[in-house]
C-alpha cells in the first residue's frame, strides 16, 4: 500500500495568513498520462466532508481561490493564502493512484 | 445540487451484519463510482471499496473477505454489508460519488457503534 504521511499534525493559523500543508507519499504518484493522483479533502463536524483539490493542483467546483494545491513525485503542498475562520477542520491528503486508495493522518488547522 | 445521505442502524452486534445505504439526490447514478469510507474514532481515513453503476467493485484488501458493496440504479442507491464485525468496526461511515480516482460529492456520515 502507498503509505501518506502528513505534517504538520495541528496547525494554529492567524485569521488573515497564509497556512501551509505537507503530503509525502511513499512512492510517486505520477499516472502515466501525465497527471499527479493526489486530492485534498477537508472534514469539519457536522459537515459533509469537503471535496478541495483533485489531481494535484485543481480546485474542485466552488471552492475558493485562496485554497491552492502543488506538488509532484512524492511531495504535494496544500496552501491557504489568506486563512478565514471557517477554514478551520482537519485537512487529509489521499492518493488515487493505486487501490487501496489511502489517506495521510490529517491535518488540524484552528485558529490562534 | 447532489447530495447522498447514509441510513442503517446505528448499533449492531458483534459477529453480526452491518448494513448501510446510500441514498443519492439531485442526482443521477448513472456512470459513477460510489465510494465507502469509514474513520474509526480518534483515528484517520479508511477507504473501504467502490462499486461502478456497471457493477463493477474493487474492495480494500484488509477487508475483502467481509466486504459487499452493491448499486441499484433504479432507486438511486448503493449499499454496503460488512459481515463478522467486531470492535474495530466502530466507525463513521461516509459515502461519496465521483470517479474511482476522485469521491468528490460525499454524505455526512452515519456512525455505526459495534457492541453486545
Known amino acids: 500500500d502507498i503509505v501518506m504521511t502528513q505534517s504538520p499534525l495541528s496547525l494554529p493559523v492567524t485569521p488573515g495568513e497564509p497556512a501551509s500543508i505537507s503530503c509525502r507519499s511513499s512512492q510517486s504518484l505520477l499516472h502515466s498520462n501525465g497527471y499527479y493522483y493526489l486530492n485534498w479533502y477537508l472534514l469539519q463536524p457536522g459537515k459533509p466532508p469537503q471535496f478541495l483539490i483533485y489531481l494535484g493542483s485543481n480546485r474542485a467546483s466552488g471552492v475558493p481561490d485562496r485554497f491552492s494545491g502543488s506538488g509532484s513525485g512524492t511531495d504535494f503542498t496544500l496552501k491557504i493564502s489568506r486563512v478565514e475562520a471557517e477554514d478551520v477542520g482537519v485537512y487529509y491528503c489521499m492518493q488515487a493512484l493505486q487501490t487501496p486508495l489511502t489517506f495521510g493522518g490529517g491535518t488540524k488547522v484552528e485558529i490562534k | 445540487q447532489v447530495q447522498l445521505q447514509e441510513s442503517g442502524p446505528g448499533l449492531v452486534k458483534p459477529s453480526e451484519t452491518l448494513s448501510l445505504t446510500c441514498t443519492v439526490s439531485g442526482g443521477s447514478t448513472g456512470n459513477y463510482h460510489f465510494t465507502w469510507i469509514r474513520q474509526p474514532p480518534g483515528k484517520g481515513l479508511e477507504w473501504i471499496g467502490y462499486?461502478?453503476?456497471?457493477?463493477?467493485?474493487n474492495y480494500n484488501p484488509s477487508l475483502k473477505s467481509r466486504v459487499t458493496i452493491s448499486v441499484d440504479t433504479s432507486k438511486n442507491q448503493f449499499s454496503l454489508k460488512l459481515n463478522s464485525v467486531t470492535a474495530a468496526d466502530t466507525a463513521m461511515y461516509y459515502c461519496?460519488?465521483?470517479?474511482?480516482?476522485?469521491?468528490?460529492?460525499w454524505g455526512q456520515g452515519t456512525l455505526v457503534t459495534v457492541s453486545s
Open positions: 461519496a460519488r465521483g470517479t474511482y480516482y476522485d469521491p468528490k460529492n
Open positions: 462499486i461502478h453503476s456497471s457493477g463493477s467493485t
